[in-house]
């Protein structure tokens, strides 16, 4: 059979590991894919010295690749929203299938994107997008199809599980681990998107998408970030034996799908409690299956390349297939999606760590249990701190049982309110992922 | 669309849980498949008290579902070589597409099967074969295929993996446990295919396959069980920073593919070492991605039924595919196999665990070193413990670089020759897989 022709748009950190590992493996990938893949045209406006292009053409016109006729698959690997949906539509208008990383684009304009290719006959394939060289979009979507999915919950930003990692081993702050991370190149110079947990919530988005059957709502996604966290609740979590994660979770409910990315309390014994550096690893939970886990590196030039490229191997295996039998984009049939809702995080029940700053006299404790009991809240565990800090005041550390959102945040109102306490108190969810 | 009708051979543990997860996800797989999956016919000798099988047609002769013509999937869950190997023949003759949850008939006759279904352009599946509902295969055949594999291990057998976690968080026996697995039913009547890593062969013979693309070649897997290892050796293990993990572990070198079961010293902060009880977890390095891990349920009825059903859907999809451009049996296209020997164990590098037993007097631990280095052996740590046996024995542990299998054999001979070493000596295989 004749060479599948490609064309990558972007030749920057994935689109320069992209064209190597299509180059280096051309052999066995052809040995699996049954034909050979030949990239046939890259646009990029910068030389990267990563890459021996050898004869490939190149423009710095991402509209040439789009409108190659010679061209089978548009890989477009540019990032970010504006040109990149230009691209994207206009090669499905083409007739072209399209394969990409980009996150934001799928979490934001995916719907739009994928009713597009449906009208055309193409397939949007986007395994790089989420967890970079893990394949859990199609261990999701395929691998755990008999399933009813209950939740899905990931460590799905290196940059994040890098700075808690070197929080805890080595007692580090959070502001002195990014000024690393960023010398290291793990941190983008505007660290917004890492540390505030939206680009979390971008995979999140997708996976939770993929998992329930409900359209991309990444607007509806409840986002904090870590830098509040401190290595005191860092060590705090430690000694209850709790590892602190910054989590995405998605959640089936009677009610509706919770969908939210916060730094999680997880017990120090689960597996992915032990996901260290820049790694990910996301955990499913099937009805059939039970709990599963899919560990990698979340990001970097092969790693997500090799995404890219298994996504570029799919489609050539589809291109023969009658569309109305491919796996749907988002792995139920466009038809058949669900209309639960996104649940608002004030809907959301989980556990909590509270951390108050309380005078050291008697009556205190019995105060804040009062406070909670009326509210329903049950407390599970409860630490003190004899170190006394500044003003008399003294750590107290709280876990408490599930619990809406709603009532912990009257709760812990009522607790700032009182004259015992210092100052907001710190609140972190945990979950128990078992 | 019409739905799909499927026939269940067998309803044992697995059979009833495929027939119960078709029946209660019934709605959320035909969203996901877009037509339904109907079973039309089971064939069972014994009622399985787990499943209500309403109005489904049963019958006690396996054939009848395999010349029923309104059968299009055969799902194959008798197990055993014997009548399942005539029943998937069978069926792949009447042009029917098979499912098969069955690691011994795949990794003994899967050559021959796959070349019958090729000529017959259908499809056999058999993700639920290894490591229950982890699905290693698809991530390996599809969601990896851009990578050259270099090496995969896994703990692939949840009995053993189940009786080294006693052993090594309880401090008992190897046949104390061995006794409470059979109990819970963990355990076979017969345990040797679990004990003995016949099981965990069978399994890694087929993912070696899949990796490397070579041609199943179960008779040249290496195989060593964990009925002889101690409570002294894991905690020896333990205090060198290693756990113990009954690992497959095949492995891609220049001049062949090492395929190997046996207990290994893992070290402890690696994510498999903490994979406990009786889950399974796969670790697969690729050029491209790095390592990556998939952990989950390696079997039971349910976890083993959500791999048999999601391989029913993928069928499903592949009704319609140009047969020419489905994913491969074995990853690779038939016809694009390597010819890569399985290199016999003697010819395997691995760094080893040695337990001896010395006379507790000069010149011994000398002696040692010396017939070490002699050949080509480097040491990378010693531990003698001041407890003294009987006879005036205390025992050495030594850790060794990596060494090829043949050398170290030449040197146990050779230490257990001399007059300061009583009895045979432990010899326990170290891998990093970092």
Redesign the interface.
Known sequence: ?KPVKVGICGLGTVGG?TFN??Q??AT???????RGIEVAQIATRHPNPACNLGMTPVTDDVFELVNNPEIDIIVELIGGYTLAKDVVLKAIENGKHVVTANKALIAVHGNEIFSAASAKGVMVAF?ASVAG???II??LR???????IDWVAGIINGTGNFILTEMRDKGRTFEDVLAEAQALGYAEADPTFDVEGIDAAHKLTILASIAF?IPLQFDKAYTEGITKLTTADVNYAEALGYRIKHLGVARRTENGVELRVHPTLIPS?R?IA??NGVMNAVMVQ????????????GA?S??T??????D???V???????P?????HL???AD?LSDLPVLPVDEVNTAYYLRLHAQDRPGVLAKVASILSERGINIESIMQKDVEEQDGLVPMILLTHRVREQDMNDAIAALEALDDIAGPLMRIRVEQLD
Chains 1, 2 share one sequence.
């Open positions: 059979m590991g590992v299509l280096r493996n066995e990938i052809a040995r699996r894919a049954g395994e060289g893990i394949p199609k261990a395929e691998g755990l199809a008999a399933n009813q059957g014994d597996l032990n996901v099937g009805d059939a299956v039970g709990p599963t886990l899919y560990y990698g590196a970097g092969e790693p390349a090799s995404a890219v490229v298994a570029v191997i799919d050539v295996r589809t291109l023969t297939t009658d109305t039998n491919r796996v749907p792995a139920f049939q058949a």
